[in-house]
């Protein structure tokens, strides 16, 4: 189906492009953000995404750079072109990332935060929904009347994986109930195999699962050196992964009339 | 096992006390409340409840009365000599509700909320905090420590059901995992049967169950005319089913030695 | 309430009794039946049990003793005087059991297993239906109808934990889920702890709280040496562990006008 | 990757296929059975379905035809060629099916079930395994063992669908679960998408991430008149919703180097 589109700087989501936003899971320094920045632009990213504030569920864990994390969120937009993406966790990050964020993601632990999203439907910045960890479908939906009632339409879903008895990964990805909530919704849905399987091995599957059944595009989580990442190295790819990730998405997109670009035209690097 | 003592006015949360708490889903005019604070009042409870920002998944339905609440809340206060917990739902609700309310109230949506749990902690209210609907043990024992980390180290966990397969009951209550959660942290940790299973039929027998299990109390929500209730109405105790639940539980606590009463001691209207 | 009786030899299940069924995972040798047997027996156990073919998932893990557990059960029951439980996982386990067993259990990874179901309702024993690991409240209902349909109405519901996010526990103990299916069907329904929870820890709490909540009996894993035991050892209690465990339902039993002994009456060795 | 490839008369499940099997929920007739078996047959299904013995929750809906099915099912493959795979709930199944069918499937509730599996085993044909409601990866992957240890190696995993707290769609699809499963195996894993989602909408979508995933194929259920199925007609596609089916798979097939057909090689009717 073809969902509205949602239009940031060059790059549009939505509609009938398939985007591909991409960047690290936390921002580290300036070395680590450029290198991913320069290397996932290059390959027809739609959006960057990097981490500011992080929400660990051990409050010892690294929390992310702060406001340190800001002038290289500028450098990487200046370098690239392309719309950055950061989430919000708190209010108060609205006014902290108003001049140099594009778009605002709720997190999966903040989708039910409904004082979070009626804030972000005063905004004019296109918003990042992911679903709740445990979230009905219906109650995902329902959170996209928070900001719409605000006057704020610009509304992108993510499904990111849901919490069930199984193991092995560590999210059980929903893809199913992903296209029905694009279905229902008429707005764009994308997947973030990197939190949905925990799993570089299923990463590439899942995204081009997530081409075929329709859609409109992907987060992935990408590290220079996941080793060394300081927070969820173990399911980041490799610049290398991600190539490998692109370079396998290109024919199913072909083969559906799909391009891979922030625009969703042909024009690529 | 014996947990902390949370003392709030001359109630006791903890130790060897079994405490209940009760009053209406939200709070809706003066007579539905006083009737129902005074009726659990003289019936032992330790600790009034009421919402008064409801967060509802649908924004359309009644979201609670604001600030036309508190007046009420002091009245009943003042009548029955009990402290009053309302649910936070947002940092601003701290100042809020900073003169009129005693306990303050994570809900299950918000446990992942840390913005949130981190300035709770800066207050010297008691919390109740609530566990998220498809929150690890791990997770909610975690949780604990954004609060305590402010200097505030007076939290009451409170199970609330989980989120299951099940289709019948409206959550499913994790008895076993609350005693864990006890026996791990040492903080009191009470059990709200009518979140926790959305049956009338089903309160009371979970409300001795959690006697017996060892927890430190219960927290359940009253309505004189539940059918009328603005929220919630199909789980609210009518005041005879109070009596009922009350009545059953003293049997089992004096055979274990508790008291159900605002402090845990025999004293009892 | 008052669940239907079902008679077994001298014991009762259901009607006014709480009964406890006890005995090891899996029968290992003569001294290991006979030494928890006689115990438990002397303790007030109303029922034996004793795993003679085991279903495990890991096809290499010890399977049961099989047809050499017959003479054990044999000695076990003339020197106590009790009844036997031993599951069966194949129809032809029907007739392998017939002169020895005097209640054939259905575990619950063959609660959905009609066929079974069917061969056991042309019996005239007692049946332990137990939940299956992902079974609907209402699955577990109609499931005792394909055993009544055969004429045998001997049916005795169990709960042994439902499968889900949880990772600390082995299984999710659903008691509220337990108490409706007692409510709706009439039937008893008992609960197994140590599979609900697999940890020692915790039955004797939730022993209690079934006895609270109003269920009919408990079924409880004991070795007495757990941690030779050759399956399921961790969730085993020691002979030590079962007198503590008795001897903390006794005061509630009493207080709720119920016996712990094999039929109910006040008469206990 | 690729899978091992079972072979079963002229086509060829797992190794570089991407095979469909199709067929009614139920044998209702040989009207209906002939309709969809010429029509799947005609657009390149790989092998029929339809169910024999149905296990229904609710003893009292339709139970299948038994005995007067099997006429139908020869006449089926005498007018396709194409193997017909049958489910069996229960031992003596087997050698009911012994002559007729082809391919013997486990259904979810009995993928625990050792003593069929072990059973199967011992027959010399494939076996479609399907995933239990909420059994774990890995306990999936263990249950190849009991068949395999009784010497038939050729075992094809079925995804259906998993029981999670989603109450929207029938079940949650696992698709990086599958994915899992195939990699760690190393067997051909298709998916069932009817069941897994239990709405047409999503059936197709579903598909093409099965095949876009590098799945081994899908099995569909085709009525020709679905409001009238006498079991699970809300989630059968109609004839025409098959053509548009496999007409969107035939583009994604040929950008991955794959084939829709009974043999995996280009040919087709």
Redesign the interface.
């Known amino acids: 189906m073809k969902t509205r589109e949602i239009r940031v700087g060059s790059s549009v989501i939505g509609g009938s492009a398939f985007s591909v936003v991409a960047g690290p899971c936390s921002i580290e320094n300036q070395k680590q953000l450029m290198t991913v920045a320069n290397h996932v632009s290059e390959r027809g990213a739609a959006m960057l995404r990097g981490g500011v504030f992080k929400?660990?569920?051990?409050?010892k864990s690294f929390q992310g750079l702060g406001k340190d994390a800001l002038p290289l969120i500028r450098e990487a937009k200046a370098a690239t072109g392309l719309p950055f993406a950061v989430e919000v966790?708190?209010?108060?990050h609205i006014e902290f990332f108003a001049d140099d964020v594009d778009v605002l993601q709720v997190g999966s632990?903040?989708m039910?935060?409904?004082?979070l999203l009626k804030e972000l439907g005063k905004t004019r910045k296109p918003i990042i929904l992911k679903r709740?960890?445990?979230a009905?479908?219906?109650?995902w939906i329902?959170a996209i009347?928070?900001i719409v009632?605000g006057g704020n339409e610009q509304v992108i879903l993510c499904e990111r994986g849901?919490?069930?008895?199984?193991?092995?990964?560590r999210n059980?990805?929903?893809?199913?109930?992903a296209?029905?909530a694009q279905?229902k919704s008429g707005f764009p849905v994308i997947l973030d195999?990197s939190h949905?399987?925990g799993?570089p091995?299923?990463i590439a599957?899942?995204a081009?699962?997530?081409?075929?059944?329709?859609l409109d595009g992907i987060m992935v989580e990408v590290h220079p050196n996941p080793a060394c990442a300081l927070s969820d190295g173990f399911q980041a790819l490799t610049l290398e992964n991600f190539d490998q990730l692109i370079t396998g998405l290109h024919?199913?997109a072909?083969?559906?009339g799909k391009k891979i670009s922030r625009n969703g035209s042909s024009e690529q690097k």
């Open positions: 929400m660990r569920t051990d409050p966790a708190d209010p108060s632990r903040n039910h935060n409904y004082y709740g960890l445990a009905h479908l219906k109650e329902l009347d928070y009632a849901i919490r069930t008895f199984e193991p092995e990964l059980t990805v929903d893809l199913a109930g296209v029905w279905q195999p949905g399987t799993s091995d299923l599957p899942m081009k699962a997530a081409l075929a059944a329709g024919p199913i072909q083969a559906l």
